[in-house]
């Protein structure tokens, strides 16, 4: 009967033993968030055999914020050559308004007569030649 009763105690302490080694695991054993501060999760074998993948993400990581950059830059040069054009059309409306005013034909009349020219009060006439055969 002793035999049997420190069999138990065997097992018992087996089980004790095999819960604290559990335990010890548990607590050994950083979850994903603290490996990753610490940088234990790069030492790990699959982040080593996939390595080329992993330095293929941070490229493409690195032109999407490369690509966000360029696009502002695009922006920002597409709205100052909106302005620029902007700023031309208003001075060619404009040029092109005193260019009317100017050579309106009350406007000639009054400047080239003090050059003795003087407005026509005949029509134009037009002549018409036949051309023969």
């Known amino acids: 009967m002793n035999e049997f009763i420190d069999k138990e105690e065997a097992a018992e302490k087996e089980k004790v033993k095999s819960k604290q080694a559990k335990k010890a695991e548990k607590r050994a054993k950083p979850n994903a968030f603290v490996q990753i501060l610490n940088g234990e999760f790069l030492i790990k074998d ?54 009317e005013e100017e050579t309106k034909r009350s406007e000639l009349v009054d400047k080239l007569g003090p050059r003795g020219l003087k407005e026509t009060t005949n029509p134009a006439k037009v002549i018409r030649v036949k051309k023969e055969d």
């Open 46 to 99: 699959f982040v080593i055999n996939n390595l080329g993948f992993v330095f293929f993400l941070i490229l493409i990581m690195l032109l999407l914020v490369g690509k966000g950059y360029h696009d502002r830059q695009l922006t920002k040069d597409i709205e100052t050559a909106q302005k620029k054009l902007d700023a031309t059309t208003a001075e060619y409306v404009e040029a092109k308004a005193k260019l």
